[in-house]
Structure formats: C-alpha cells, structure tokens
C-alpha cells in the first residue's frame, strides 16, 4: 500500500489498553522512544494488536503544539 503521509515511524507495539470504546497503544520506535495513539477499540481488533504486534505509525497533522514550564 502506497500513502501520502510522509511521517511514517516503525515500530513495535508494547502495550494495548481497550476501554469500552477506545483503545491506548503504546509503540516503541527504532531509537527506543515511545509514542501513543488513541484508536477506537473496534480498529485495535481489526488489526489484531497485540503486544510485539510490528506497526507503522502514521502522523498527520495540520498542528503541532509545545508547551513548558
């Protein structure tokens, strides 16, 4: 499958968290940093995620916001 969203980090799921409706993964990238996406429930389980579960995290966004103290 071909995308056009340029920002695509491989990575290796190490934590799925299924609520009622949604569902919190937890993605280790190459260099060891971790990154979380918020997917309905429904997705997680078409996929079939799961820990050690390899993915492509795929960002795309019209904002990217910093904060800090």
Do not use: P, W
Not at 3 to 15: C, E, P, Y
Not at 36 to 63: F, H, N, P, Y
Request: charged content about 30%.
């Amino acid at each position: 499958m071909r995308l056009s969203t340029r920002n695509q980090l491989d990575g290796t799921v190490v934590s799925v968290t299924r609520g009622e409706a949604m569902a919190v993964v937890r993605v280790r990238l190459a260099g060891g940093d971790e990154i979380t996406s918020s997917i309905t429930r429904d997705a997680a389980d078409d996929l079939e995620l799961s820990d050690g579960s390899r993915v492509t995290v795929l960002v795309k966004s019209t904002e990217v916001a910093l904060g800090v103290d």
